[in-house]
């Protein structure tokens, strides 16, 4: 068996149809459980974005929010939808609505407990996310070790799709070697990377918005000049989301299989990514950060990941493959084939800007890219990073933070110079190892998120500013908050 071979046998056990009901079926659990939080509280969360307070030790809520939406605002929100729509037809889309809906309750537990159980590293910073709520939560040590192991592997998994991303975009778009954009790519990350979470949220909060502003001022310039097709695009959606479209009829499973998988990489929702920043922002009630990270998953998904979908569904510049055919897609293997020839992922979206402002879909969507895919890479790498820490916390070794970032680095160049297809399906196999095992952990430990909620929302009642008291509530093992 080669290397791909291999690979896509893994992705088969971990991304089985049990994970794909278990993030459905979580966040349908967590979204009663907190009365739909997600609606309820769009208010608290637009105010509470935008709060600056920091401190030595953390992070603001809108830096923690913005290394947070580095890591869900990536390539996931062009080649992954492209993808979605490629392997899992139109209705994929809708999906991927259902799951960042239903999912943002469970990024609101998994952040309010980030928050909850957060702790200091050696240099005085705050640090958390599933390894430490696992190991203080449940008090399950080993538990928490494989979590983090698998963040670890997962981040540099996860860094590779966006690096081969940025690679593939600027080949598509100006010709330039794949090896040259890798050295580039690479002196630039360890660059950043030396300077620590402050330095990579510093960069994130400015990036972040201004890449996120263009992207969607571009989508809404094709939409105003394909708006005649808006309708027949959500009626393609529907039709095809529910297996009652005539070409993708026989899709409806896959669809689902596709938008779950695709939805929760993209806005990493029960995954447990968005939890390691969440915990470094500084507020006075864990439920504030739940909150911001909750409004998160919908600007991913329902902002980002939807413009994507328009841009490549109203131009029709895709390609749809037959499910029943197993093995690497070609043009022989196509229920749709307006792309022939055209890998699935960034080349759609190129292809769909540049037939609808000639000239100019190709340099923008690899410069789209670049900042979508280059914040991403910072994120993952914090995420595994704070796991990296946790590993080490009784025993700090500098070598070891050394070492990782050579091989981080390593495996991030080691994607951008091949396949896509292995890179994406690393980066699925890593998504689908850190969702079974956050999912389970959170559906485990929810009572101390539940019971920070009902305290946040008293405090609120009453006109009061929340300040938590975790003793108040029967709270244990929260050594930040109790110093």
């Excluded at 203080?136 to 592997?153: E, H, I, M, S, T």
């Excluded at 600027?170 to 040259?180: G, L, M, Q, R, S």
Aim: proline letters at 4%; a neutral charge; one cysteine or more.
């Amino acid at each position: 068996m080669n290397v791909e071979s291999i690979v896509n046998a893994l992705l088969g056990v971990v991304w089985s149809p049990y994970l794909v009901v278990l993030c459905l079926l979580a966040g349908l659990y967590f979204s009663v459980r907190t009365r739909f939080i997600q609606l309820r509280a769009l208010p608290d969360m637009l105010r509470l974005v935008f709060r600056h307070e920091r401190s030595d030790a953390g992070v603001s809520p809108f830096q923690a929010l913005s290394l947070s939406l580095s890591s869900r605002v990536g390539v996931g929100n062009i080649a992954g939808v492209a993808m979605a729509i490629a392997f899992g037809g139109p209705g994929a889309i809708l999906w991927m609505w259902v799951v960042a809906f239903l999912g943002a309750s469970s990024a609101f537990i998994e952040s309010t407990l980030a928050q909850i159980y957060k702790d200091r590293d050696a240099g005085g910073q705050y640090r958390g996310g599933p390894a430490y709520y696992i190991e203080k939560g449940l008090g399950q040590r080993w538990y928490a070790v494989l979590f983090a192991l698998v963040a670890v592997l997962a981040g540099a998994m996860l860094a590779g799709t966006q690096s081969n991303a940025i690679t593939s975009a600027v080949n598509e778009a100006w010709d330039v070697p794949v090896v040259f954009t890798t050295g580039v790519l690479l002196v630039a990350l360890g660059a950043i990377l030396v300077g620590g979470v402050r330095r990579i949220a510093g960069v994130a909060q400015w990036l972040v918005p201004l890449m996120a502003i263009a992207y969607l001022l571009v989508a809404a310039m094709v939409m105003v000049l394909n708006a005649d097709k808006v309708p027949e695009v959500a009626a393609l959606v529907l039709r095809s989301a529910f297996g009652m479209d005539a070409a993708f009829g026989a899709m409806i499973g896959t669809a689902i299989q596709w938008g779950v998988r695709r939805g929760v990489l993209s806005n990493e929702a029960g995954m447990g990514s968005g939890a390691h920043p969440a915990a470094a922002a500084e507020v006075s009630h864990p439920v504030q950060q739940g909150l911001v990270q909750s409004f998160s998953v919908y600007i991913d998904t329902m902002v980002v990941c939807s413009a994507t979908a328009f841009l490549i569904l109203s131009t029709g510049l895709y390609n749809v493959y037959d499910p029943a055919v197993n093995g690497i897609p070609d043009d022989a293997r196509l229920l749709l084939g307006n792309l022939p020839g055209v890998e699935a992922g960034p080349r759609f979206v190129q292809h769909a800007v540049e037939s609808a402002l000639p000239g100019f879909g190709r340099s923008f969507v690899a410069l789209a890219i670049l900042p979508f895919a280059f914040t991403t890479i910072l994120a993952l790498y914090y995420m595994a990073e704070t796991n990296i820490s946790y590993l080490c916390r009784d025993r700090p070794m500098p070598w070891v933070m050394g070492g990782f970032q050579l091989l981080f680095l390593l495996a991030t160049g080691y994607s951008a110079l091949n396949s896509a297809t292995v890179a994406w399906s690393l980066g699925d196999i890593g998504v689908g190892l850190m969702s079974w095992l956050n999912i389970l952990a959170i559906l485990l430990l929810q009572k101390p998120a539940l019971a920070a909620l009902r305290d946040y929302e008293h405090h609120r009642r009453l006109g009061t500013d929340p300040l938590f008291d975790p003793h108040r509530l029967g709270v244990r093992n929260t050594c930040a908050w109790e110093r």
